[in-house]
């Protein structure tokens, strides 16, 4: 009965614009895997971390974590390096296929959210061991939602979009990462899930085609995902206070 964790860190980081790939971007000095893999190793139940690099990059990123070894608070967690694929979703069945027959709590953590509290990690860990299948860490939006149709027959690129409908606003929420499963529910999740296209962004989505009951836990602000440029001087911001 041991819980690992798969990080997703094979993205380009398109949104965050140039320079290399976005899990190896510094932050506060420290690479933002490295963050992320301290973050999740800290939770005392995690045994194993799977992270997912970038198919050119499994030699650099294991370079790099070597170089940043765990603190000997982390326990005992083994750190495994796997390639991903061209879609977030390839990434994650690669890192599920990595995992140890050991293993019955999976978690997935996208790479993107260095900055998520150990208090979050374990919640989503106690939920599942508690018995629920599937459990996301969410976050109340405080942007009114609009969903949009397609555009009106004959409109150019840039025209306005059309407004088909306003979501009640406090029916809604963010959902962040990581998200914990039972390992066989996931593993099933993704074996079932369509491969073709950008695949799904959202490992818990793939649970709900199945028809299994996805629960919430409270998110945390500062599990907030790294994506545009501004994201990165928030993420400097956070840290910043931390360490004062
Ligand atoms: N990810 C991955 N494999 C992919 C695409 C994404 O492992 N083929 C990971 C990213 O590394 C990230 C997480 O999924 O940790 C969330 O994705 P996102 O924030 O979209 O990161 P990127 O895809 O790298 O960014 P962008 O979409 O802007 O290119
Ligand atoms: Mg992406």
Known sequence: ARTA???PAAGRGVRLGRGAPK???PLGGIPMLVHAVRAVARART???VVVVAPPDGAAAVRTMLDEHPLPDSAGATDVVVVTGGTTRQESVARGLDALTDDIDVVLVHDAARPLVPVETVEAVVAAVRDGAPAVVPALP???TVKQVGPPADGAGPGAPEPVVATPERALLRA???PQGFDRATLAKAHA???TEGEGATDDAGLVEALGVRVVLVPGHEEAFKVTRPLDLVLAEAVLARRRA
């Open 23 to 25: 899990a190896l971007r």
């Open 5 to 7: 964790v798969v990080i």
């Open 192 to 194: 079932q899930a369509p």
């Open 175 to 177: 959902v962040q990462t």
């Open 46 to 48: 995690v045994a194993l």
């Open 141 to 143: 939006v405080t942007d």
